[in-house]
């Protein structure tokens, strides 16, 4: 494996300000990576991964560690290699405390690109919407405000041309509970125009 073959994902939804990006910078220079499990030995206490810690003590009976080097440690859940590292470092109480923050910052993390949002959240429901339900993207929806009603291309999920060489199918998506207005709202809108029916 090369450098070169990390590509960018040209659906990553993320972007990322000058300011956010410095601040990234300045934390991936201060900190290195703090975004998986981090501790800190001098004070005991866990400085980022909390909620994987949680997750893993409730999965395992037993954990123990294999070192990588002096600062990395494999997780070993019962006796099995998990695919989890800890990274082991010795700072001071300020140091501990501002990583933990930058760590859990929404302020160097960047922010979605809600033009490539719809798209992508629909494709994942269209595959599996167990996953879809599983990880929440239905409340992301509602968070990013991409389930409030617009008449725009974003209500748009699947065009079906051609169907049988005549007709052809649009799928609109709304909140349920506006789903009678929006519908009725559509048939005011295509009122008289022939050879249109909605389903």
């Given at each position: 494996?090369?450098i ?8 990553n ?6 300011d ?6 300045k934390s991936?220079?201060?900190f ?7 501790w800190?030995k ?5 400085i ?16 123990t ?9 494999w997780?070993i ?9 800890i990274?082991v470092?010795?700072?001071?109480d300020?140091k ?9 910052s ?6 979605f690109?809600?033009d490539?949002?719809p ?18 993207f239905?409340?992301?929806?509602k968070?990013l405000?991409?389930m ?12 079906d041309?051609?169907?049988d060489?005549?007709?052809s199918?649009i ?8 789903k ?5 709202a559509?048939?005011n809108a295509?009122?008289?125009m ?6």
């Open positions: 494996m090369n070169s073959d990390l590509k960018n994902a040209p659906y939804p993320r972007i990322i300000t000058e956010e990006k410095l601040a990234l910078s991936v220079s201060t290195g990576d703090i975004s998986g499990i981090t800190n001098l004070s005991g206490n866990l980022t991964g909390h909620q994987r810690i949680a997750e893993l003590k409730g999965k395992y009976k037993e954990i560690f294999d070192e990588i080097d002096n600062e990395h440690f997780i859940g019962d006796g099995m290699k998990t695919s989890f590292k990274r470092v010795e700072w001071d300020m501990e405390k501002a990583a933990n923050i930058a760590g859990n929404h302020t160097m993390s960047g922010k690109e809600l490539l949002m798209t992508l959240l629909e494709e994942i429901r269209e595959f599996d919407s167990q996953i879809f339900t599983d990880f929440r239905d409340q992301l929806e968070d405000g991409l409030d009603w617009k008449f725009d291309e974003d209500k748009i999920i699947n065009e041309e051609n169907l060489g005549i007709e199918m799928k609109i998506r709304c909140q349920q509970e506006i009678d207005t929006v519908k009725n559509i048939l295509l009122e008289g022939a050879g249109v029916k909605i389903e």
